[in-house]
């Protein structure tokens, strides 16, 4: 009897706790944990009715209901047609009376966000359709105002046709690949600023502005893509690294009247930045200017006649200024412009002078997202983390500064699409423990309809016993408080063991991943390290966002240093939890991280037993200009921040494990990176582990890339941190 209350002991709760095994092929395979998304509405312009795109089909259908409420095109139906025209296409977008639709056709990606493809014009009155341009692939085709006209970038050249004559007019003709570019951006404008398109028709038509970059001057750098031929295949692109040539960006309107252009008169020096271009509902060209440093900001006013600029406003910043857009307001009485200069970003109207008007947010906490204006009811929407740096809130308040509303409901990450009136909104949101729900709300935030609640993840985390995630706060040596989130195994096999730790980091400058928010892929990893024995933790390092800007820039021209020293403080108090072995310690970062995971394993190599680095920065010189001087200026004006902090210089501190990982065809941290830190550990005769991935960018995907890498990383944890043999989880 004795033996059998033993056994009942050792085994029922076993069973109890039993519960289904989450593996690599059901993350990164099987799409078993997908969680459905609601893709972005193409709303128009009555603000009640969106369209999307269904094969070949643009369907309509009611916001408020759901229903199909009609089909606005189908391909198969079109009576006349332009030769290449084959009936498929891969976007669409809309005139400004919806009465044309550009059809965009076999998109190819260039860089992040860019892509280049075949367009045509669908004329809903005369049902035909044409094509936008013979010959090659064009980018960026926007209709004017009117829609009468199409203006569009082609071999690095600005175009537009008229519609109505079926006029082609190329307006600049010096472009040149690796040299000059007419109306859209370079590498890094795109890659940094997120500026892609780099021209606007004017309010009324008649104009159009365009950004030249003239790229002569900027170093090349060379990756190689192997297809199977004899040699690999070379793509060169411009990349200025730090303290190299950048383009020099010249602004230029052209007139479709007197078809002459002009230069506009910005007073830019050829080191500074013009990330933005947009129109006043007067018809003055507004652009942003800032000087290489980022610390010094402009919004200038540009005559459209002459090109002479008057200074609108102007920010100067001890640290760095991020780049906001700015909006003007319809009715011509002044902007809305986002500023940091009370320590927190808030939210400010300005008349047309650039005076102040009012402030519309204000208090100890940060506006994450401004979603606009709407000028008919006098109201603005937002998204901001007041009630803790964690969460996101939406909010409403008057053009006035007054009567500020939260009109979101539950706790956790909320964010919002406004229909073109603002009458409803898509709302988004999560929890660190449950996956996003999308529902339409109306302007109030009353609840109009469920779109995808992704009840069958919910019931999945149920089915497989994962566990639930949990904040955490602890304060550094220096009583600095810090945020987390922690997994913690509840099987009975680990009750009363000393469990390993995986850390996982990113921690750059105002990022966060300690939100109240869905993981996405990568909770479901951490959930299957949790089944297997694993603790898993992630702080948010000083540097990082939703705290002020205090908190977010005091890492200025030191990278690295304080968000090192913090990771390494979370270590060692994780290390003192009765469930955590203090000597099994490992951490995980890709990108920023990567250079994270690299400095902790180095610096903290007393604490850090094992970290995987994912195209990680090694050496700060050899990133971009535009991020890396915003935050550490030039190794000219900084050695020692670049010195002290680049994990390349510490090679030989190398006391555990550590698997460095990348991507061959990396455009944004080149594998440059990876291959001169490898050097650098030879040198000093330290041993790592390494996996290169042939013709994979910084993101690493597609052909399997993706569970390949995960099935290294989780071996490489079971070899190093668990002790397991080589092999332990395969494919």
Same mark, same amino acid.
């Given at each position: 009897?004795?033996?059998?209350? !033993?056994?009942?002991?050792?085994?029922v709760?076993a069973?109890?706790f039993?519960?289904?095994?989450?593996?690599?092929?059901?993350?990164?395979?099987?799409?078993?944990?997908?969680?459905?998304?609601?893709?972005? #509405?193409?709303?128009?312009?009555?603000?009640? =009715?969106?369209?999307r795109l269904?094969?070949?089909?643009?369907?309509?259908? /009611?916001?408020?209901?759901? %229903?199909?409420?009609?089909?606005?095109?189908?391909?198969? $139906?079109v009576?006349?047609a332009?030769?290449g025209?084959?009936g498929? #296409? *891969?976007g669409?977008?809309?005139?400004?009376?919806?009465?044309?639709?550009l059809l965009k056709?076999?998109s190819?990606p260039?860089?992040?966000?860019s892509?280049?493809?075949?367009?045509?014009?669908f004329?809903?009155?005369?049902?035909?359709i044409?094509?936008? =341009?013979?010959?090659s692939?064009?980018r960026?085709?926007?209709?004017?105002?009117?829609?009468?006209?199409?203006?569009?970038?082609?071999?690095?050249?600005?175009?537009?046709?008229?519609?109505?004559?079926?006029q $082609?007019?190329?307006?600049?003709?010096?472009?040149k690949?690796?040299?000059?570019?007419?109306?859209?951006?370079?590498w890094v404008?795109?890659?940094?600023? %997120?500026?892609? !398109?780099?021209?606007?028709?004017?309010?009324?038509?008649?104009k159009i502005?365009?950004?030249?970059?003239d790229?002569?001057?900027v170093?090349?750098m060379?990756?190689?893509?192997?297809?199977g031929? +004899?040699y690999?295949?070379l793509?060169?692109?411009?990349?200025?690294?730090?303290?190299?040539?950048n383009a020099v960006?010249?602004?230029?309107?052209y007139?479709?009247?007197? !078809?002459?252009?002009i230069q506009?008169?910005?007073?830019a020096a050829?080191?500074?930045?013009l990330?933005?271009?947009?129109?006043?509902?007067?018809?003055?060209?507004?652009?942003?200017?800032m000087?290489?440093?980022?610390?010094?900001?402009?919004?200038?006013?540009?005559d459209s006649?002459t090109?002479?600029?008057?200074?609108?406003?102007?920010?100067?910043?001890?640290?760095?200024?991020?780049l906001?857009?700015?909006?003007?307001?319809?009715?011509?009485?002044?902007?809305?412009?986002?500023?940091?200069?009370?320590?927190?970003n =808030?939210?400010?109207?300005?008349?047309?002078?650039?005076?102040?008007?009012?402030?519309?947010?204000k208090?100890?906490? *940060?506006?994450?997202?401004?979603?606009?204006?709407?000028?008919r009811?006098?109201?603005?929407? #937002?998204?901001?983390?007041?009630?803790?740096?964690?969460?996101?809130e939406?909010?409403?308040?008057?053009?006035?500064?007054?009567?500020?509303?939260k009109?979101?409901?539950?706790?956790?990450?909320?964010?919002?699409q406004?229909s073109?009136?603002?009458?409803?909104? @898509?709302?988004?949101?999560?929890?660190l423990?449950?996956?996003?729900?999308?529902?339409?709300?109306?302007?109030?935030?009353?609840?109009v309809?469920?779109l995808?609640?992704n009840?069958?993840?919910a019931h999945k985390?149920?089915e497989?016993?994962t566990?639930p995630?949990?904040f955490?706060?602890?304060?550094t040596?220096?009583?600095?408080?810090?945020?987390?989130?922690?997994?913690k195994?509840?099987?009975?096999q680990?009750?009363?063991?000393?469990?390993?730790?995986?850390?996982?980091?990113?921690?750059?400058p105002?990022s966060q991943?300690?939100?109240?928010?869905?993981?996405?892929?990568?909770?479901?990893?951490?959930?299957?390290?949790?089944?297997?024995?694993?603790? @898993?933790?992630?702080? /948010?390092n000083?540097?990082?966002g939703? !705290?002020?800007?205090?908190?977010?820039?005091m890492t200025?021209?030191?990278l690295?240093?304080?968000? $090192?020293?913090?990771?390494?403080e979370?270590?060692?108090?994780?290390?003192?939890?009765?469930?955590?072995?203090?000597a099994?310690?490992?951490?995980?970062?890709?990108?920023?991280?990567?250079?994270?995971?690299?400095?902790?394993?180095?610096?903290?190599?007393?604490?850090?037993?094992?970290?995987?680095?994912?195209?990680p @920065?090694?050496?700060?010189?050899?990133?971009d200009?535009i991020?890396?001087?915003?935050?550490m200026?030039?190794?000219?004006?900084?050695p020692?921040?670049?010195?002290?902090?680049?994990?390349?210089?510490?090679?030989?501190l190398?006391?555990?494990n550590?698997?460095l990982?990348?991507?061959?065809?990396d455009?944004?941290?080149?594998f440059?990176?990876?291959?001169e830190?490898a050097?650098?550990l030879? +040198?000093?005769?330290?041993?790592f582990?390494?996996?290169?991935?042939?013709?994979?960018? =910084?993101?690493?995907g597609?052909?399997?890339?993706?569970?390949?890498l995960?099935?290294?990383?989780?071996?490489?944890l079971?070899?190093?941190?668990?002790?397991?043999?080589?092999?332990?989880?395969?494919?």
């Amino acid at each position: 009897m004795q033996l059998l209350l !033993r056994l009942l002991f050792v085994f029922v709760p076993a069973l109890l706790f039993s519960q289904k095994q989450i593996t690599l092929e059901d993350i990164w395979v099987n799409g078993t944990f997908q969680a459905k998304g609601v893709p972005g #509405f193409n709303f128009q312009k009555d603000g009640v =009715h969106y369209t999307r795109l269904s094969g070949a089909v643009i369907e309509q259908y /009611d916001l408020r209901t759901g %229903e199909k409420s009609g089909v606005i095109f189908d391909a198969a $139906t079109v009576p006349t047609a332009a030769p290449g025209w084959k009936g498929v #296409f *891969d976007g669409y977008s809309f005139s400004g009376d919806e009465s044309k639709i550009l059809l965009k056709v076999n998109s190819e990606p260039i860089y992040r966000w860019s892509t280049k493809a075949d367009f045509f014009v669908f004329d809903s009155k005369t049902k035909k359709i044409t094509a936008l =341009h013979e010959g090659s692939k064009q980018r960026y085709a926007t209709f004017s105002p009117d829609g009468s006209k199409v203006a569009f970038v082609v071999e690095n050249d600005l175009y537009f046709k008229d519609l109505t004559s079926g006029q $082609t007019l190329q307006l600049t003709h010096d472009g040149k690949t690796n040299q000059i570019i007419n109306g859209a951006s370079d590498w890094v404008y795109e890659e940094e600023f %997120e500026l892609i !398109r780099a021209f606007e028709w004017s309010t009324d038509g008649s104009k159009i502005a365009f950004l030249r970059f003239d790229e002569s001057a900027v170093p090349e750098m060379t990756m190689e893509m192997y297809r199977g031929g +004899a040699y690999p295949e070379l793509v060169t692109f411009k990349y200025p690294k730090v303290g190299e040539q950048n383009a020099v960006v010249t602004a230029w309107i052209y007139d479709l009247n007197t !078809r002459k252009t002009i230069q506009v008169n910005t007073g830019a020096a050829p080191d500074d930045y013009l990330p933005r271009i947009v129109w006043t509902p007067q018809n003055k060209l507004c652009l942003t200017w800032m000087n290489r440093h980022q610390n010094h900001l402009k919004l200038l006013l540009a005559d459209s006649g002459t090109g002479n600029c008057t200074v609108l406003l102007e920010e100067k910043n001890k640290y760095y200024i991020d780049l906001h857009n700015v909006t003007f307001l319809a009715d011509g009485s002044g902007f809305v412009w986002p500023s940091e200069k009370s320590g927190f970003n =808030h939210l400010y109207k300005h008349d047309m002078a650039g005076k102040e008007v009012a402030a519309l947010t204000k208090g100890n906490w *940060d506006v994450t997202s401004f979603y606009g204006v709407d000028e008919r009811n006098g109201l603005l929407y #937002f998204q901001a983390a007041a009630e803790t740096p964690m969460r996101r809130e939406l909010y409403s308040v008057k053009l006035n500064g007054k009567s500020l509303k939260k009109i979101s409901k539950e706790k956790g990450f909320q964010s919002a699409q406004f229909s073109s009136t603002f009458d409803y909104y @898509v709302n988004t949101f999560s929890t660190l423990n449950s996956p996003p729900r999308y529902v339409v709300r109306d302007r109030k935030g009353k609840e109009v309809r469920a779109l995808e609640q992704n009840a069958a993840v919910a019931h999945k985390q149920s089915e497989y016993g994962t566990v639930p995630v949990e904040f955490f706060n602890f304060k550094t040596s220096e009583q600095v408080s810090l945020n987390g989130w922690m997994i913690k195994p509840n099987a009975p096999q680990f009750q009363n063991q000393k469990l390993p730790l995986l850390m996982f980091v990113y921690g750059g400058p105002g990022s966060q991943q300690v939100t109240d928010a869905w993981k996405g892929a990568n909770y479901w990893w951490f959930q299957m390290l949790a089944q297997q024995g694993y603790v @898993v933790a992630c702080v /948010d390092n000083r540097g990082t966002g939703g !705290r002020g800007e205090e908190f977010k820039k005091m890492t200025y021209q030191q990278l690295g240093k304080l968000e $090192t020293q913090d990771q390494i403080e979370a270590a060692r108090y994780l290390g003192t939890l009765p469930f955590v072995d203090p000597a099994r310690v490992g951490i995980f970062g890709w990108s920023y991280g990567g250079y994270m995971s690299s400095l902790c394993l180095l610096k903290g190599r007393d604490v850090f037993k094992s970290a995987i680095a994912v195209a990680p @920065v090694t050496n700060w010189k050899w990133y971009d200009t535009i991020y890396t001087e915003r935050y550490m200026r030039t190794n000219k004006e900084n050695p020692d921040g670049y010195e002290q902090n680049s994990p390349i210089n510490f090679a030989d501190l190398l006391k555990g494990n550590y698997l460095l990982v990348h991507g061959l065809a990396d455009d944004n941290v080149h594998f440059q990176h990876t291959a001169e830190m490898a050097n650098a550990l030879i +040198a000093k005769n330290k041993q790592f582990d390494t996996m290169i991935y042939p013709n994979r960018n =910084h993101g690493i995907g597609g052909g399997n890339a993706k569970i390949h890498l995960y099935t290294l990383m989780t071996n490489f944890l079971n070899e190093k941190l668990k002790g397991e043999a080589k092999g332990t989880v395969r494919p």
